[in-house]
Structure formats: structure tokens, C-alpha cells
């Protein structure tokens, strides 16, 4: 009789393969996929899986369901979920958090990848989680309690000023990002973000601070739900028309730093995002 795999060996295999497909060389990122149990951030199953935009829920309550590529909901009527797996390594390996850096995430939801982010950044690092529901904050709070150096904030962050941060982790659609978020990068400091001007445009932005500005660089797609005070509240000056227009952004800019000159492809009240790199003359 064939043995069904343990949960230990359903959970490696799931990071070998998540991790793989993040095309990232450091071990460390499948070990913190392997080491944090999904089910332990999740409600009591059986489990409601999000595949195309429809909703199927697993037979059982058996955690073996969960080790797949997958989004989980976590409140189907607000669109909330643990969101696709693949997506967060391809992010982590871009943002590459290192022992002992600061990390600021923004939407913790229940908590999972705020652990995964707390092993990167070991043994003396540290990561303050925002989340602005009650509900899910304080259940982020209870499952990340075994984890060092995590604190859990209730509290609206476009509103709220962020620590200083290596890395500025966003897990919620953002039309531009505040202005003190980006204040908040510390020198070669990254901020990853889901890039939502429109309905038609969802796109992955890193920005990495440096001694002329900070840089963007396009990345995958990527869709989640607005955040609130960083989406449909503002009123954009100027968006691009062409998806051309999209993929050549290189720089974003505070407006009370530099105006928004004939390079802007987005503008905004306090920010604007520039085709040109930070460094290029005016």
C-alpha cells in the first residue's frame, strides 16, 4: 500500500516548489516557507479556495489542501484572502530581506506572511505589521505570538507615521503611496507595492531608495483589494493612456521634493511617478 506523505513532508515539498518558482538563490526563503504551518494563520477548516474568481471549498479540514499555489479566504464578502503564495516569494525575492533589517508591512491580514517575513530577518531584525481591520489584527496578534521581534499594529498606516524601515512590505492596492512612506525608506531601503491607478492596471512596483531618489522598477501583475486612504480617495493630476506608458516608469517622486516636470507618467497631490531615472538631468 502506497503511504500518504506526513504534512512535514507535504509542507517541504510545497516550499521547494513555491520558492522555485520565485527564481530566488537564497535557501533561506524555502526554509521560512517550510517552517511556518499555513493552517496555523487560517480559521478552522474546511477552507473556501479562491481559483478564477470562484470560490470551492476543500472536502475536509485536512491541511494537506492548503500546500498548493493557491488564494484562501479569509472574508470572502469584504474579497479578503491569504493571498497566492508564488506571488509573495517572487516578491520576497525581490525585496531580499536580510538578518537584522526593519521591515514594515502594511495589511498583515492574520499574520502568515508577516512570519515568513520575521525568519528573513532573523536574529535581529524586526517587522511592525499594520492592519486595519480590528478583527484581523487581533488575530494576527494571537497566531504571531511564538515569533520574535513582531509587533502588530491596529491602525490605518497611510495615516499613521511608519518606522524607519529596510523594507516597506505593502499587501494592498495602492493608486500612489504616501508620501511618508517613502520619507520612511532608510538609505537602499526597498518598498514593494501592488500599483493600482485604474481598474486596468495592476502592476508590481519596487522602489529602492538611493542617494539621488528612488528608483521603481516594474514588475509582475499583480491584483488586491484598494487600500484604504492610498486608492480610490485620491485624485490623480495626470494617468498613463498606454500600457507602454505603464512599464517605463523609473522614478517616484515627493511633489514637495520636485515638481512634476514633462517626463510624469502619474501625478498625484503629493507624489508623481517619472519615466526617467532618478539620476537623469532635468
Known amino acids: 500500500m502506497t503511504r500518504r506523505a506526513g504534512i512535514e513532508e507535504i509542507r517541504g515539498f510545497y516550499a521547494r516548489l513555491i520558492t522555485a518558482a520565485s527564481k530566488s538563490s537564497d535557501p533561506r526563503l524555502e526554509r521560512a516557507f517550510e517552517a511556518v504551518p499555513r493552517e496555523a494563520f487560517l480559521p478552522p477548516g474546511p477552507w473556501r479556495i479562491v481559483v478564477g474568481g470562484r470560490h470551492v471549498d476543500t472536502p475536509s479540514a485536512d491541511p494537506a489542501y492548503l500546500y498548493q499555489d493557491v488564494l484562501v479566504a479569509l472574508d470572502a464578502a469584504k474579497g479578503i484572502n491569504n493571498g497566492e503564495p508564488s506571488l509573495h516569494a517572487r516578491w ?6 536580510a ?11 492574520t499574520g502568515y506572511y508577516t512570519a515568513i517575513l520575521s525568519l528573513l530577518v532573523l536574529p535581529t531584525g524586526t517587522v511592525t505589521a499594520f492592519e486595519i481591520d480590528e478583527r484581523l489584527a487581533d488575530s494576527a496578534r494571537r497566531n504571531l505570538a511564538p515569533f520574535e521581534g513582531v509587533t502588530v499594529v491596529h491602525a490605518d498606516a497611510t495615516g499613521t507615521p511608519l518606522p524607519a524601515s529596510d523594507v516597506i512590505y505593502v499587501n494592498a492596492g495602492v493608486a500612489a503611496p504616501p508620501a511618508g512612506w517613502l520619507s520612511a525608506l532608510k538609505p537602499g531601503g526597498r518598498m514593494i507595492f501592488p500599483w493600482r491607478p485604474s481598474d486596468k492596471i495592476a502592476l508590481t512596483l519596487l522602489v529602492t531608495a538611493g542617494d539621488g531618489g528612488f ?7 499583480s491584483w488586491f483589494i484598494p487600500c484604504v486612504g492610498a486608492s480610490e480617495e485620491l485624485k490623480p493630476l495626470r494617468l498613463p493612456e498606454t500600457a507602454a506608458e505603464v512599464r517605463s516608469i523609473r522614478s517616484v517622486w515627493r511633489t514637495a521634493d520636485r515638481a512634476p516636470d514633462e517626463s510624469a507618467v502619474a501625478v498625484y497631490p503629493d507624489v508623481w511617478f517619472s519615466s526617467k531615472e532618478p539620476g537623469a538631468p532635468r
Not at 520576497?92 to 530581506?97: E, T, V
Open 92 to 97: 520576497m525575492a525581490a525585496i531580499a530581506p
Open 99 to 109: 538578518s537584522g533589517e526593519a521591515v514594515t508591512q502594511i495589511g498583515a491580514g
Open 215 to 221: 528608483s521603481v522598477k516594474p514588475l509582475m501583475p
